[in-house]
C-alpha cells in the first residue's frame, strides 16, 4: 500500500491542533510472512498490535520511501498509514488506519502528539485538521492544485527540543484557527517561521524564498526540513536562489480519492 509525505500547515506540539498537506513524495510497503526484518519501534509495535489482537502471523516488512528519516516531512506517519493499510487489507481486518496509527505512534515513543494530522493527510491526501490529543479529526479539505512546494529535505534534526513549542499554546492555536478559517497561506507561514525561531533554526531560507515570492515557507514538523509553496509558473527565483543552501527537491501536493 501506498501513503504520501507532507508538510506543515500547523504544528501540533504547540496545542495539540494540528494540520497538514500532503505532497507527492511516496511510501510503499509490502508484506509478506515470515521473521519480523525492521526493529524500528513503531514497526514493531503495529506488528506486535495486529498479532496480539487480530492473530496476524510474523511479518517480514519491505519499505521503500522518498522521504529522508527524522526530517519533518512526515515519513513515520506515511510508513505507519501504509503499514497498517497494507495489513488491514491482506487480512481483512477493519480498522481507522490513522487513528491506530496515532495510538500506536504514542505508545512507540516515535511521536509527541500522535501525529494524527500527519497519519490523516499521509493515508487520504489533501489537507487535514485534527485534535491530536482527543484523536479527533475536524476536518479535511482538498489542496490546492495551482502550487508547488520546494523542499530543502533534510533528515535527522540532532539537538532540538520540540516540547519548546509547548510553551506557546496560545499562539499555535490562534494559527490554528488563521488556517481552518481558510487562511491557509497565511497560516503557513506563521507557522512555519514561529517554529523555525523557537526550536532555532536558521530563517535565512524562509527570509530568502517570500522575498522572492513564496506564499508560505519555514520550518516543516520540528524540522530540520525547509519548505517553500508557490503558485505554478513562479518558482523558478526560488530554484535559482536557494541552490546556495543545498539540494532541492519540488513536489506538488497531492489529493487521493476514495
Request: with cysteine; glycine share 12%; proline share 5%.
Amino acid at each position: 500500500m501506498q501513503a504520501y509525505g507532507g508538510v506543515s500547515v500547523v504544528n501540533a506540539v504547540g496545542s495539540w491542533f494540528g494540520s497538514s498537506m500532503a505532497v507527492d513524495l511516496k511510501v510503499e510497503v509490502t508484506v509478506r510472512e515470515g521473521r519480523p526484518n525492521i526493529e524500528d519501534p513503531l514497526i514493531k509495535e503495529i506488528l506486535e498490535f495486529f498479532h496480539r489482537r487480530y492473530g496476524v502471523p510474523d511479518l517480514e516488512v519491505e519499505v521503500r520511501s522518498e522521504i529522508p528519516s527524522g526530517s519533518g516531512l512526515k515519513s513515520s506517519s506515511a510508513v505507519s498509514t501504509a503499514l497498517i493499510g497494507e495489513i488491514s487489507r491482506t487480512y481483512g481486518v477493519q480498522v481507522d488506519v490513522p487513528k491506530l496509527s496515532a495510538i500506536l505512534s504514542l505508545k512507540a515513543g516515535v511521536s509527541y502528539t500522535g501525529a494524527l494530522d500527519d497519519a490523516v493527510a499521509a493515508y487520504f491526501g489533501g489537507i487535514s485538521f485534527t485534535h491530536n490529543k482527543e484523536f479527533k479529526v475536524i476536518r479535511r479539505d482538498r489542496a490546492p492544485e495551482d502550487v508547488k512546494v520546494i523542499l530543502l529535505a533534510r533528515g535527522g534534526r540532532g539537538g532540538v527540543d520540540p516540547n519548546r513549542l509547548r510553551g506557546f499554546p496560545l499562539l499555535f492555536r490562534s494559527i490554528f484557527e488563521l488556517a481552518i478559517q481558510g487562511r491557509l497561506w497565511e497560516a503557513m507561514r506563521l507557522n512555519g517561521i514561529a517554529v523555525a525561531e523557537i526550536l532555532g533554526y536558521s530563517k535565512e531560507p524562509v527570509d530568502d524564498a517570500l522575498r522572492r515570492g513564496a506564499l508560505a515557507s519555514g520550518i516543516s514538523g520540528n524540522g530540520p526540513s525547509y519548505f517553500a509553496v508557490v503558485k505554478c509558473g513562479e518558482e523558478g527565483p526560488i530554484l535559482d536562489s536557494w541552490t546556495k543552501f543545498g539540494k532541492i527537491t519540488v513536489v506538488r501536493p497531492i489529493n487521493l480519492e476514495g
